[in-house]
């Protein structure tokens, strides 16, 4: 089974960055899209970004131009880069193939935006 660690969330203020990493246990990233979804409590997740294997991506548009996606094969990583944050961008940070998700979520990162 493909294992999914994320990491870089924090505690930041409104209008800081954070970049968020996600490695795989395989090489995965060159042949799927890969994703970045997030998760608040009470709401269902959702897809903030994507990138496919050929390197395009999309993204939510409450995100567009501040975050970008981008991933690293040789290093089986994903980055979203998140600048401008704002406190409703506050959520647990997933990363999983798109749009099949593999059943196994990682942990998550929690990103805090205060206000």
Do not use: H
């Amino acid at each position: 089974q493909v294992q999914l660690v994320e990491s870089g969330g924090g505690l930041v203020q409104a209008g800081g960055s954070l970049k968020l990493s996600c490695t795989a246990s395989e090489s995965i990233f060159s042949r799927n899209m890969m994703g970045w979804y997030r998760q608040t409590p009470g709401k269902q997740r959702e897809l903030v970004a994507g990138i496919t294997s050929g390197g395009s991506t999309n993204y939510l548009d409450s995100v567009k131009g501040r975050f970008t996606i981008s991933r690293d094969n040789a290093k089986n990583t994903v980055y979203l880069q998140m600048n401008g944050l704002k406190p409703e961008d506050t959520a647990v940070y997933y990363c999983n193939r798109v749009p099949n998700v593999y059943n196994n979520w990682g942990q998550g990162t929690q990103v805090t935006v205060s206000s």
